[in-house]
């Protein structure tokens, strides 16, 4: 099982980035894939998760209207688009595949996941 994160980098308040996570080793259509994010000396959170099933879609309140998930299934690959970026938004942003489908109340729990990628750092700055 294999979870590849990519698509960081430095970008100016307001700016975008789209990070991508392809995904092989496992049945994705049937998983919860995530995207967490950890900034330097706080907790690792959740930021947004999508049910591969059925498209079902979470997100964080503080990036909600901002970021949108999405998957490419012909990809294997789960996409998080973040507009509007803003320093605090800096942080190591990891995905994470559950190989079931979660339900909602579980989405944001770590715990319930069952591989990580390697985390791709989103820096913004001016």
């Known amino acids: 099982v294999q979870l590849q994160a990519s698509g960081g980098g430095l970008v100016q308040p307001g700016g975008s980035l789209r990070l991508s996570c392809v995904v092989s080793?496992?049945?994705?259509?049937?998983?919860?894939i995530g995207w967490f994010r950890q900034a330097p000396g706080k907790e690792r959170e959740a930021v947004s998760v999508i049910r591969l099933s059925d498209r079902s879609t979470s997100y964080a309140d503080s990036v909600r209207g901002r970021f949108t998930i999405s998957r490419d299934s012909t990809k294997n690959t789960v996409y998080l688009q973040m507009n509007n970026l803003q320093p605090e938004d800096t942080a190591v942003y990891y995905c994470?595949?559950?190989?079931?489908?979660?339900?909602?109340?579980?989405?944001?729990?770590?715990?319930?996941?069952?591989?990580w990628g390697q985390g791709t750092q989103v820096t913004v700055s001016s």
């Open positions: 994470a595949a559950a190989t079931r489908g979660l339900i909602k109340s579980s989405m944001f729990a770590d715990r319930f996941y069952d591989y």
């Open positions: 080793g496992f049945t994705f259509r049937t998983s919860t």
